[in-house]
């Protein structure tokens, strides 16, 4: 999720994690995390979303944010484990940065020659400590312009991509990346709000009533949350950024 001001991730969440082993099969662990000033709050479980008391704490704490990532896993690499769960944190350019893959990537074994290292077995967090060596390599100490950032990370994503599937979510609270390698979807919430009526469980609500006109939200998912709104779909290969809760234009 990606916003123009703080704002809290309990409806969605709420059908998110109904996907952790209810409606769909992707039961081994899951993580959520939440960028606030300069912080991070992180929580992870190796337990399946559906019954974990963390995920429960989550549908009923309002935490405001305004970029949250949060996963479901289904493992295909790396045992069921803690710290095998999505998302991964690292720190870079003096900023947390968080990421998590939905995908596979078979014999992708670069070289990590810096200070980036998985703590886990996963293909995942093995391809974010990758990123984040790149990314150290080609800019130094210092962080770029979000132009130069983009379009190393188009790069960067495309390298990995061909090992296999990497659907993937990146920030570093001041933006969201997104980038599509099979399917990813997204939708804009914004003035006039309407209700929504979530996919996965008999909830619903009027945004109109907890809103006001200014804000902004943007929600990127693997397979749309809702079933009576508007999800646009990315285009396999695309990188998308998401800042103040709209699709940046590229140029």
Same mark, same amino acid.
């Given at each position: 999720?990606?916003?123009?001001?703080?704002?809290?991730?309990?409806?969605?969440?709420?059908?998110?994690?109904?996907?952790?082993?209810?409606?769909?099969?992707?039961?081994?662990?899951?993580?959520?995390?939440?960028?606030?000033?300069?912080?991070?709050?992180?929580?992870?479980?190796?337990?399946?979303?559906?019954?974990?008391?963390?995920?429960?704490?989550? /549908?009923?704490?309002?935490?405001?944010?305004?970029?949250?990532?949060?996963?479901?896993?289904?493992?295909?690499?790396?045992?069921?484990?803690?710290?095998?769960?999505?998302?991964?944190?690292?720190?870079?350019?003096?900023?947390?940065?968080?990421?998590?893959?939905?995908?596979?990537?078979?014999?992708?074994?670069?070289?990590?020659?810096?200070?980036?290292?998985?703590?886990?077995?996963?293909?995942?967090?093995?391809?974010?400590?990758?990123?984040?060596?790149?990314?150290?390599?080609?800019?130094?100490?210092?962080?770029?312009?979000?132009?130069?950032?983009?379009?190393?990370?188009?790069?960067?994503?495309?390298?990995?991509?061909?090992?296999?599937?990497?659907?993937?979510?990146?920030?570093?609270?001041?933006?969201?990346?997104?980038?599509?390698?099979?399917?990813?979807?997204?939708?804009?919430?914004?003035?006039?709000?309407?209700?929504?009526?979530?996919?996965?469980?008999?909830?619903?609500?009027?945004?109109?009533?907890?809103?006001?006109?200014?804000?902004?939200?943007?929600?990127?998912?693997?397979?749309?949350?809702?079933?009576?709104?508007?999800?646009?779909?990315?285009?396999?290969?695309?990188? /998308?950024?998401?800042?103040?809760?709209?699709?940046?234009?590229?140029?």
């Amino acid at each position: 999720m990606n916003c123009n001001v703080p704002t809290d991730i309990v409806f969605s969440f709420t059908g998110f994690a109904m996907r952790g082993g209810q409606t769909d099969t992707h039961h081994d662990g899951w993580g959520i995390a939440f960028f606030e000033g300069a912080g991070v709050r992180h929580f992870v479980d190796h337990q399946a979303a559906v019954s974990s008391p963390i995920a429960e704490l989550i /549908k009923r704490y309002p935490i405001k944010s305004r970029n949250v990532i949060a996963h479901i896993r289904k493992a295909t690499q790396g045992q069921v484990a803690l710290e095998n769960c999505h998302p991964f944190v690292r720190e870079l350019w003096g900023q947390y940065w968080v990421f998590a893959h939905n995908g596979d990537l078979k014999a992708f074994a670069p070289v990590l020659d810096g200070p980036y290292r998985p703590v886990g077995t996963t293909d995942s967090e093995l391809a974010f400590c990758y990123i984040m060596q790149q990314l150290r390599s080609r800019f130094g100490t210092e962080r770029p312009g979000r132009a130069a950032l983009r379009a190393a990370l188009a790069v960067l994503t495309q390298e990995i991509a061909a090992y296999g599937t990497f659907n993937m979510l990146l920030s570093s609270g001041a933006e969201l990346f997104a980038h599509c390698s099979t399917h990813l979807v997204y939708l804009v919430r914004q003035f006039p709000f309407d209700t929504a009526q979530l996919s996965d469980e008999d909830v619903q609500v009027d945004f109109s009533q907890v809103t006001t006109p200014d804000d902004r939200v943007a929600i990127i998912v693997t397979q749309p949350l809702t079933s009576n709104e508007q999800w646009t779909a990315f285009r396999p290969g695309e990188l /998308k950024v998401f800042v103040d809760g709209m699709p940046e234009a590229q140029l």
